[in-house]
């Protein structure tokens, strides 16, 4: 069955082209170590709630936009070892590399693929 790591983050608007560079080139390290695909979505129409929403979970500021994106792995083994590899990959920690949004506002997490039609 497939896995799935989930991600929510709040990027700075003004830097949308240099998360999708930083998220292509960790899309390569990631594919390379067992990923299906990897896929980045910009939010649009992403409201604000007001007991919950995807804004408040991750603290999103005026000047920033929800990002919502998943990696699909074969299986929980592959995604374990694969990613792994990718925590310890040097082009994950090369100097520049960081990543263009505050990581301790991400959410995320693994799930098991319950349907996929």
């Known amino acids: 069955m497939h896995y799935v790591d989930g991600f929510v983050a709040a990027v700075p608007t003004a830097n949308k082209d240099v998360y999708l560079k930083h998220a292509k ?9 067992g990923a299906l695909n990897v896929v980045e979505c910009w939010g649009v129409d992403v409201p604000q709630g007001e007991v919950t929403s995807f804004p408040m979970s991750v603290k999103c500021k005026a000047d920033e936009t929800v990002v919502f994106a998943w990696i699909s792995w ?3 083994e592959t995604r374990d070892a694969g990613m792994q590899k990718v925590m310890n990959d040097p082009r994950m920690h090369a100097p520049g590399v960081g990543a263009p949004f505050d990581g301790k506002r991400m959410i995320y997490g ?8």
Do not use: Q
């Open 25 to 33: 080139d960790a899309a390569v390290v990631f594919r390379e170590f």
């Open 74 to 76: 074969p299986d929980k």
């Open 110 to 117: 693994g799930f098991s693929v319950l349907l996929n039609e």
